[in-house]
């Protein structure tokens, strides 16, 4: 599927390539920094996406209208559906992976896009190379605004979303590089339809605005903002005034992240690139509590045994019970940065630092 060629191995320790599809020279996408998705597997497709994105100016989009989303054959590698939606609204690149889950008996792929949406297509072939959309959804308020190098309040995603028992998880997020900011995690109702975004735009005279990249409401033109009476919100997360003052100071908000957010036991876990975690009720997203661990955090949480674990860019990672009040169980000192999430197999702890895989068990378990 490319011009990659090379004859098969005759050295049976050697693996043959099956397939090569080259996204650059048959789709013309222009990847930002890398592509770096992790590929989603739903029966014979396999969902990438291509991190279609700006050039190193990071104002010009060199190919608006390449695919931002594939879906391959993974026997063969064929291309069975391509999706640009993003377009010229791509704000900076996109390194999301894509999740997949079946809701009502309809099997979707749902892709977190470079434009601060996500997007669900039907998980099957589409017509002419193209996918069914079934719905889309703003992540970002509709008057938040793009400004290069984080400096604005309009977000992109990193994350992947999460889906659990019906639902769909997903939090905003910029690139690292970008610092901290305000942020929202969303939960959101897969089984609706069209533009499914909290939020609409009007301008002057009644008529819907499409989106734009830099700012998707202009209040000086005389545009608005209504409720969506089709909204698939179930509720939305950017803090907790704790102190009643009107206004969410540092250790009450929820900031920019690069997190997946963990869910069990009716407890909702994740962390942002601030150093904070915060441990919400997963139906309501009713805040439990939260903990500044005082390091940026880059890596999703683990819960296993009854507790959370979560690493940060000092190399500690914080053990919590899962429980709605705040328990800390223990900080260990990894003695350098961790930027993943901790796995837990069987009955061994792995966590991998900047260096080091360290693997933590129970004396004469680990070896």
């Known amino acids: 599927t490319g011009p990659y060629q090379e004859e098969p ?9 099956v397939w090569i599809f080259d ?6 996408v222009h990847p930002h920094n890398m592509s770096s998705c992790s590929v989603t597997a739903a029966g014979d497709l396999l969902l990438v996406n291509t991190s279609n994105g700006v050039d190193e100016t990071h104002e010009n989009l060199p190919a608006p209208d390449a695919p931002s989303f594939i879906a391959l054959n993974k026997h063969t590698g064929k291309l069975i559906w391509a999706d640009a939606s993003p377009g010229r609204n791509l704000l900076h690149g996109q390194w999301c992976s894509a999740s997949y889950g079946v809701f009502d008996g309809v099997p979707q792929a749902i892709f977190p896009a470079g434009d601060g949406w996500i997007y669900s297509f039907r998980a099957a072939p589409g017509a002419d190379g193209k996918p069914e959309l079934l719905w889309k959804f703003d992540c970002n308020p509709k008057t938040a605004r793009w400004d290069g190098g984080g400096m604005g309040d309009r977000n992109n995603i990193i994350a992947t979303p999460v889906l659990h028992d019906g639902l769909v998880y997903i939090a905003t997020g ?7 900011g305000p942020a929202t995690l969303w939960c959101i109702d897969p089984t609706k339809r069209g533009d499914v975004s909290e939020e609409l735009v009007f301008d002057r005279e009644g008529n819907p605005v499409p989106p734009r990249r830099v700012q998707a409401c202009d209040p000086d033109a005389g545009e608005t903002v209504r409720a969506n009476p089709n909204s698939a919100a179930v509720w939305k997360y950017t803090g907790v ?18 997190s997946m957010p963990a869910i069990r036991d009716g407890l ?3 962390p942002d690139l601030a150093g904070l975690i915060h441990c919400l009720d997963v139906k309501t997203g009713k805040p439990h509590w939260t903990h500044d661990t005082l390091a940026a955090i880059w890596g999703s949480p683990l819960i296993a045994d009854g507790k959370v674990y979560v690493g940060d860019e000092d190399g500690i990672v914080t053990v919590f ?11 260990n000192d990894m003695s ?32």
């Open 9 to 17: 191995s005759e050295d049976h320790r050697e693996a043959d390539i």
């Open 241 to 258: 005034d704790a102190d009643g003052d009107g206004e969410l100071a540092f250790e009450e908000a929820m900031h920019r992240t690069l």
């Open 23 to 28: 996204m650059i020279g048959r789709l013309g």
């Open 268 to 270: 909702l876990v994740i």
């Open 174 to 180: 910029q690139d690292p590089e970008h610092g901290e």
């Open 336 to 367: 350098d940065s961790i930027y993943s999430a901790p796995v837990a197999v069987g009955d061994i702890l792995y966590i991998a630092t900047r260096r080091y895989l360290i693997a933590i068990g129970q004396s004469g378990e680990a070896e």
């Open 321 to 331: 019970r899962l429980a709605r009040e705040k328990e800390v169980l223990a900080e």
